[in-house]
């Protein structure tokens, strides 16, 4: 079984004190390295938890409870109750035990009990109604952290991105009164202006990071049998590019952590993040592609990859490629396409 040390990390075969210092630090806590298992498959039971601790996942983040089950859970006790009890809409705020709602409770408490890595809730949500009095519970079950996960798609016409992007500030305003516990925000791309957002809920000092991007269901088309289809639901080391421009863009303007997520597979991506300025990233897809032993693959790439270059801890090299500090900033801007590739024929 793999383990850690404050400040080391301990390679299954090599447990010498030259080791170079992975750790970092997330949301106030201490991560022995800065590969953290999102939000999936994989973080939805106690066992698959413990797994993905004894292959040194640094922290994870548990599967997402919907705002949909939430509200589905109130929705349903609510009718169990007559108008002559007036306080039934106050009681219902706070219940708790809901099938959907106990389950999420109790594999918080158990994941907290069997593991020594921080435990992150998280709740897939879009408004700011009756469900939030939920992020109490999360925080009373013992979970370190809280992820919101708003999904906003501005596919409403009549709606403006002022309306849109106001929802992150209802909700974040709303949970961060309830709660002492650190809150990150996995937010959409989707925005008029995600760099002037971005730096607008930064300055709010009510979340302690974001998380760069979530990563939408993609509908496809099957062109023989003529019927909409689901793309494939796992990312590709491509799409990496895109959080690492925001995260580039970011680092030098906010004084959040920033996380990386979707299209980290190996040591490289995950070392690209960094220079950008990430303090750690997000893996699913590669863990569903390769299994749990792929987290002590990346990290000991990473690892090999500090030695050769002379570096003993990640802050030497976190930012050194960020828009901030690259020698060649404008790359980073996309105003640049047509100088770098207009020429092509």
């Known amino acids: 079984m793999l383990g850690a040390r404050p400040g080391k990390y301990i ?3 090599n447990t010498s004190d030259d080791m170079n210092d992975l750790s970092t630090k997330y ?3 201490d991560l022995k390295n800065p ?26 983040v548990l599967k997402s409870l919907f705002e949909e089950q939430i509200q589905a859970e109130l929705s349903s006790n609510l009718e169990s109750y ?20 106990e389950k999420y409770l109790k594999l918080i408490s158990g994941a907290k009990k069997a593991v020594d890595i921080p435990v992150i809730a ?16 999360v925080e009373q079950e013992g979970a370190d952290a809280i992820e919101l996960n708003i999904s906003l798609l501005p596919s409403n016409p009549k709606m403006s991105s002022e309306e849109n992007e106001k929802k992150y500030l209802e909700i974040i305003n709303i949970v961060s009164g309830m709660i002492s516990i650190p809150i ?69 303007l906010i004084d959040k952590d920033l996380v990386a997520s979707t299209g980290i597979h190996d040591s490289e991506g995950l070392i690209k ?24 693959v990346i990290l000991k790439g990473l690892d090999e990859w500090m030695t050769r270059k002379s570096f003993s801890s990640l802050a030497e090299f976190r930012g050194s490629l960020s828009y901030e500090k690259a020698k060649n900033p404008a790359v980073f801007e996309r105003t640049q396409f047509m100088k770098y590739y207009g020429g092509l024929s």
């Not at 007559?82 to 709602?101: K, L």
């Not at 879009?126 to 009095?133: F, H, K, L, P, Y």
């Not at 590669?286 to 002590?296: E, H």
């Open 122 to 137: 998280s709740i897939n949500c879009v408004s700011a109604t009756e469900w939030i009095s939920f992020a109490k519970s």
């Open 35 to 60: 590969l953290i298992v999102g939000s999936c498959g994989f973080t939805n039971s106690v066992d698959k938890i413990k797994q993905l601790a004894d292959h040194n996942a640094a922290a994870v």
């Open 82 to 101: 007559t108008a002559d009890y007036p306080e039934a809409m106050d009681y219902i705020r706070e219940y708790t035990r809901g099938n959907e709602v």
């Open 273 to 296: 993040q960094i220079l950008a300025g990430a303090t750690a990233a997000q893996i699913v897809s590669t863990v569903y592609k390769n299994g749990p032993g792929q987290i002590s």
């Open 184 to 252: 990150t925000l996995k937010m959409s791309r989707y925005s008029a202006s995600l760099a002037g957002l971005i730096l607008k809920l930064s300055m709010t000092n009510k979340i302690s990071g974001f998380v760069l991007f979530n990563r939408y269901y993609t509908p496809d088309i099957d062109i023989e049998k003529m019927v909409v289809k689901s793309a494939d639901i796992l990312s590709n080391p491509v799409e990496g590019c895109g959080p690492l421009r925001w995260i580039a863009l970011m680092s030098g």
């Open 27 to 29: 949301l106030g806590l």
């Open 11 to 13: 390679w299954m075969e």
